[in-house]
């Protein structure tokens, strides 16, 4: 089993982890695909529809694809007995199924300042995604925050006791954790660090 995402210097790989990630997280019936209740989809079927879709991928091959997932920095994708599919990220209306997992002790989100009141307030919520991303690191979750408008702003989560209290988690790649809703009471405000 394999596993990717698109943090490459090749523009060709990059445009490809670009253009897979919408199709497989997003809007897969625009590339004509369909995927099965896991998300997965058949690696030979992708190549087919990609290949019609546009002459940029007219030589597409699944050599190609690996090589993506291999020269990733991240894991966004996973390759299994010839089929892919997204490990998370999805904005598709079916949720994508995951199994609950022990997480972490600690996990962290990467967040903007301006957004801080309402996080305090009612938790943190998967707002247009599926599920709450979360990550296993500092770091991580400030490249996260980074991407957001405002101030960066890091929360600590209390994921040990989250989960002993019911709360679920299932692990997306070795970086992120995935949940349905974290409740403000499990947030550590007096450790949010602001970047």
Known sequence: MR????????????????????????????????????????????????RNRRNDWRHLTEND???????????????????????????LPDKVLKVPAEPPAVLFHGTSSRLMKQIRHEGLKPMRRQYVHLSVDEQTALQVAKRKEGTSVIVTISATKAYLDGIKFYQGNKTTWLTDYIPSEYLDSSTTTTL
């Open 65 to 91: 694809i690996i090589e993506m997932i291999s020269k990733s920095a991240k894991n966004r994708f996973e390759l299994y007995e010839g089929k892919i599919r997204a490990l998370y990220g999805h904005s």
């Open 3 to 50: 596993k990717g995402s698109n943090a490459n210097r090749n523009p060709f790989l990059i445009k490809l982890s670009r253009t897979l990630s919408h199709a497989l997280r997003h809007e897969p019936w625009r590339y004509g695909l369909e995927l099965d209740n896991h998300e997965w989809v058949r690696v030979t079927d992708l190549l087919i529809c990609f």
